[in-house]
């Protein structure tokens, strides 16, 4: 079962770009993950999904400042030209056969 | 427009029952592999488990900490999916949330907006 790895915290000033990492563990690095942003006292809400060639795809209605990206292990968000709703906890996830796991978040403040 | 709506949350004491409703509009449910996820006061986002679609066979999983107390149902005619709770602890204390489950990388997954359970003598 693949487990993710994500840092606790990122800071980043209002206007500037922010890159989260979510890491997959050893022998998963060809796994699909999700990005899911969390607002404050909001329910999770999807951004998109990247896979291991880099490729992503958003859900509907997700801003251009949001991408993802990928190399090796690691799967990327990149959050551009950052904005105060921006302050949010964000998740990655993947699955297996027969289980889903997530990461255990990233707080992102914007400075 | 999609939406997943849970209901059927409320407080419960330890040992208890609850079943919690999903009910799902504006896309092709039958078709659809299905998870719970919950997420306890201050903490991260858990798994709780999956259903797979009737024509994928209507597998089910299940995360170690609930197997073999709750367990996942789907109603297609109905377009709901549902999740029974036995023998609540306190710390199946959470948000339970209902989503989406698409494999594909091209596929967006979407989240209800929970239903909250509290486990509490």
């Known amino acids: 079962q693949p487990v993710l790895t994500q840092s606790s915290s990122a800071s980043a000033s209002l206007g500037s770009s922010v890159k989260l990492t979510c890491t997959l563990s050893?022998?998963?690095?060809?796994?699909?993950i999700a990005w899911h942003q969390q607002q404050p006292g909001k329910a999770p809400r999807f951004l998109m999904k990247?896979?291991?060639?880099?490729?992503?795809n958003k859900g509907s209605g997700v801003l251009d400042r949001f991408s993802g990206s990928s190399s090796g292990a690691d799967r990327y968000l990149t959050i551009s030209n950052l904005q105060s709703e921006d302050e949010a906890d964000y998740y990655c996830?993947?699955?297996?056969?027969?289980?889903?796991?997530f990461g255990g978040g990233t707080k992102v403040t914007v400075l | 427009e999609v939406q997943l709506v849970e209901s059927g949350g409320g407080l419960v004491k330890p040992g208890g029952s609850l079943r919690l409703s999903c009910a799902a509009s504006?896309?092709?449910?039958?078709?659809?592999?299905m998870n719970w996820v919950r997420q306890a006061p201050g903490k991260g986002l858990d798994w709780v488990g999956r259903?797979?679609?009737?024509?994928?066979?209507?597998?089910?999983d299940y995360a170690a900490p609930v197997k073999g107390r709750f367990s996942i149902s789907r109603d297609d005619s109905k377009n709901t999916l549902y999740l029974q709770m036995n023998s609540l602890q306190t710390e199946d204390t959470a948000v339970y949330y209902c989503?989406?489950?698409?494999?594909?990388?091209?596929?967006?997954?979407?989240w209800g907006q929970g239903t909250l359970v509290s486990v509490s003598s």
């Open positions: 989503t989406t489950a698409h494999l594909s990388v091209y596929d967006t997954d979407y």
């Open positions: 504006g896309f092709a449910f039958s078709g659809a592999w």
């Open positions: 259903i797979k679609s009737k024509t994928d066979g209507g597998t089910i």
């Open positions: 050893s022998g998963h690095n060809k796994h699909i």
């Open positions: 990247v896979e291991g060639s880099g490729s992503y």
């Open positions: 996830e993947t699955w297996d056969d027969n289980s889903w796991v």
